[in-house]
Nanobody, 123 residues
Framework: QLQLVESGGGLAQPGGSLRLSCTAS????????IGWFRQAPGKAREGVSC????????NYADSVKGRFTISRDNAKNMVYLQMNSLKPEDTALYYC????????????????WGQGTQVTVSS
């Protein structure tokens, strides 16, 4: 079973930056699309970004476009979410998730989920 682990969360000031990482234990991510999601208290989980297995296709939620960048380094078995120009509304628990090859249209299509890493944006 594929196990995903997120890291890199923490406290940032508005306008600051954080880089989240997602990695798998014991299994290569070469054949998996990786999505980033977030969930704030009292709100539904929402999609943030996704990158396909080759890195050739990416997508972003409108709320983060131009501020966040998803990337992957298959040699390191890592996927990253670079978050710049952070806003208080970015505060949430951030998850990475995986499915084979291509980014799906629905959250339910992701087969594996990490436990999440907390991002808090506050002055």
């Amino acid at each position: 079973q594929l196990q995903l682990v997120e890291s890199g969360g923490g406290l940032a000031q508005p306008g600051g930056s954080l880089r989240l990482s997602c990695t798998a234990s014991g299994v290569t991510l070469d054949y998996y699309a990786i999505g980033w999601f977030r969930q704030a208290p009292g709100k539904a989980r929402e999609g943030v970004s996704c990158i396909d297995s080759s890195g050739g296709s990416t997508n972003y939620a409108d709320s983060v476009k131009g501020r966040f960048t998803i990337s992957r380094d298959n040699a390191k078995n890592m996927v990253y979410l670079q978050m710049n120009s952070l806003k208080p509304e970015d505060t949430a628990l951030y998850y990475c998730a995986a499915r084979r090859y291509t980014c799906p249209d629905y959250q339910s299509a992701y087969n594996y989920w990490g436990q999440g890493t907390q991002v808090t944006v506050s002055s």
